[in-house]
């Protein structure tokens, strides 16, 4: 009877402690990007929880800080965290460079490349695993019915009624849903995306002018990031 009551007390502990490491937290952290053009900021999504978890560690171990935004594209994106950005000459080849390892993709269908979507770069390896390190932020464009339609059908998932309002009245880059995994959103500093990815560019789409970055991580409580910066959370 005793081992009965021993098994039954530890099978309740286990419920309790998985039902409270599965409590909500209160804070959340929020990135910041700083660079010449202006400072960004983002929130990064539970629901990519491989991806939240590698870009706060570089970050807190200031792996990106001297980066550079190494590609951008008007009406598209601007990527970087190549590490062979930092100190970079003119003419040198960037967008190959890693950090040693990949992260396997997050898809989910709530998350799409709505302007200011963050998301992780990659090759073309088969699995569409993330870079270990590079990634964009979403500038894109805002899509008539029509155009939006014909993006949708590159697309490798469906677009919800929500999301396609998105595209026509905010704009982004709906042909890359499904393919590459967005784990974060801009919450401040939308302009700052624009006016990096309007700067003059060389023939390899890299700014003449370097644009470097620096990335810093903040805790701080839900209620005073809905409060600051407009984000809501799920209840």
Known sequence: MKNKKSILLGALCLIAL???AQKPSKKDEVITIATDKGTMRFILFDETPKHKANFIKLAKDKFYNGLLFHRVIDDFMIQGGDPNSRNAKP???LGRGDNGYRV????????F???????AARDNNPEKESSGCQFYIVEGRKWSKADLEKQSARAARKLTDAQKKVYETIGGTPHLDGAYTVFGQLIDGMDVIDKIASVDKDERDRPEKDVSMK????????KKITRKYGWKYEA
């Open 91 to 93: 003419d040198d080849m």
């Open 104 to 111: 396997p993709a997050e898809f989910n269908g709530k998350l």
């Open 113 to 119: 490349h709505q302007k200011g979507a963050l998301a």
């Open 215 to 222: 990335v810093t991580v903040k805790k701080m409580k839900k």
């Open 18 to 20: 998985n039902v409270f």
